[in-house]
């Protein structure tokens, strides 16, 4: 100092006093802050994670010592195997069908003028609950078309091109000339030009005639032609009515196909009038008259979306409504801090929108993508609510799942060491996504 001071150097800034924090060192502080974090996270993660690990270890009452019978149990226990594999089809579909819907809706939404409103109305789901979207999927997914919105849908397009009948349940009363042939009626005897057929049948509730029905009229006979009636025979009232005889009150069948049979070929056919008459050809002389099965067809209801086969694909279409939305949101978020100076060059190096889409703006959504997809794939590892509420209690072993299997083993059955064996498993499931999540922050930080 004093050499400096001599050759006229000023003297440099004084070393600051290290301040010492008034309750202790910086590492005491930030203790302190973390303490309720970590006295939450050991109640609430930690102490479940390890008692579930202990318990898997007994028997059912606690008391005894188990070893590893309990998961022996998760691959022998038909309800678990089911419960596994289900898991294994929402992991692969529910997380790519989503992020794969939410990619289309985020691109071709960025550049319409109502794309603010479309995204709003693909993101509401997101604000109801796994209950409500199961209730709501529950009535959609209705087997009987009149509630069911899936079935409505698919029995109007169904009925456009093969219409069903309208006498499902119509058969052949008491001392009827006809019996059953291959899911329709035939006559017993053959009929003849020059005479009348009464084709007289029951069984249709006269709100369930068709609304052409007319009252039924005896047919008269003519020359060289057959000629019949075939009508609702049943009159209510006590004792009102002649039996194998047209009444006033009794309705025609109209629209009834009548074929008539010989040796097995049809060698005529036609359709009843909205009074139920009808007439065939002098070629049908001889044959014996037939009301084929397409007459007593029942109607299309639709299909079983929550019968066995169907049910797993049904709830995850209910999930996939929810989360598209959420997938939507992220994506659209990327697609906003994507370069639009890389997008232009591509096109303007020649490339179509296929081409820009595949080669330049999924690229540069991957980091996006790869968040969108982890984050379902956690969620779906876990997955309950919307199972146990949408599959019916007669598919609801088939639609299965690790969540809904722990419930059932831990609460139904009374299985406790099972269930918390599925918990750890669940766990030992989650924990490599979790680990790939948390390398693929880390690259990111790097960058």
């Known amino acids: ?75 022998t226990d038909d309800g678990i195997r089911t419960a596994l594999k289900n898991n294994v ?27 603010t409103a479309f995204k709003l109305v693909v993101f509401m789901p997101m604000a109801i609950s796994m209950l409500a979207a199961g209730i709501i999927f529950r009535l959609v997914y209705d087997q009987d078309p009149h ?82 009636t075939t009508w609702q025979d049943f009159t209510r009232g006590k004792g009102v009515g002649r039996l194998g005889v047209p009444d006033p009150s009794e309705l025609g069948y109209a629209g009834m196909r009548i074929e008539a049979v010989k040796d097995g070929k049809v060698v005529a056919a036609t359709k009843a009038a909205d009074d139920g008459t009808f007439t065939l050809p002098a070629s049908a002389d001889g044959a014996r008259l037939r009301l084929p099965a397409s007459n007593f067809r029942a109607p299309y209801n639709g299909v079983e979306w929550l019968g066995p086969s169907l049910v797993t694909p049904a709830v995850i279409g209910a999930y996939v409504w929810m989360w598209a939305g ?20 591509a096109r303007v190096d020649g490339a179509n929108e296929w081409q820009v ?31 146990y509420i949408i599959a019916p209690g007669s598919s609801q072993a088939d639609a299965n799942v690790l969540a809904l299997e722990l419930y059932r083993k831990g609460f ?29 922050l880390r690259r990111e930080v790097r960058r």
């Open 89 to 115: 089809i929402w992991v692969v579909f529910a997380p790519m069908v989503s992020t794969a819907l939410g990619l289309i809706f985020a691109v071709l939404t960025e550049r319409v003028r109502w794309g």
């Open 357 to 387: 889409f595949r080669k330049v703006t999924v690229p540069l959504l991957a980091p996006v993508l790869a968040v969108v997809t982890v984050t379902l794939m956690i969620n779906v590892l876990k997955v309950f609510d919307l199972v």
């Open 1 to 75: 100092m004093a050499s400096a001071a001599a050759a006229g150097t000023p003297p440099g800034p004084a070393a600051p006093r290290s301040r010492r924090s008034v309750t202790g060192t910086r590492k005491t502080v930030a203790a302190l802050f973390l303490l309720p974090a970590l006295v939450l996270l050991g109640a609430l993660v930690v102490y479940p994670i390890g008692y579930s690990l202990i318990r898997s270890f007994y028997n059912a009452s606690g008391d005894g010592f188990a070893g590893v019978d309990n998961y022996k149990t998760l691959f």
């Open 326 to 345: 959420f997938a939507m949101v992220l994506i659209a978020a990327g697609l906003a801090s994507v370069p639009r100076e890389l997008l232009e060059a």
């Open 147 to 228: 509630r069911g919105v899936a079935n409505a849908v698919w029995v109007g397009v169904h009925d456009t091109f093969a219409q069903s009948s309208a006498f499902p349940k119509a058969h052949p009363g008491r001392e009827s000339p006809l019996v059953a042939q291959n899911g329709g009626f035939i006559t017993r005897a053959t009929v003849h030009a020059g005479r009348t057929v009464t084709l007289p049948l029951v069984g249709v509730a006269p709100d369930q005639m068709p609304g052409s029905a007319k009252k039924a009229v005896a047919a008269e006979p003519e020359p060289g032609k057959i000629t019949g």
């Open 412 to 440: 139904a059955e009374g299985q406790p060491g099972v269930a918390s064996a599925i918990a750890v498993l669940l766990l030992v499931l989650v924990i490599p996504v979790v680990l790939f999540n948390v390398r693929r």
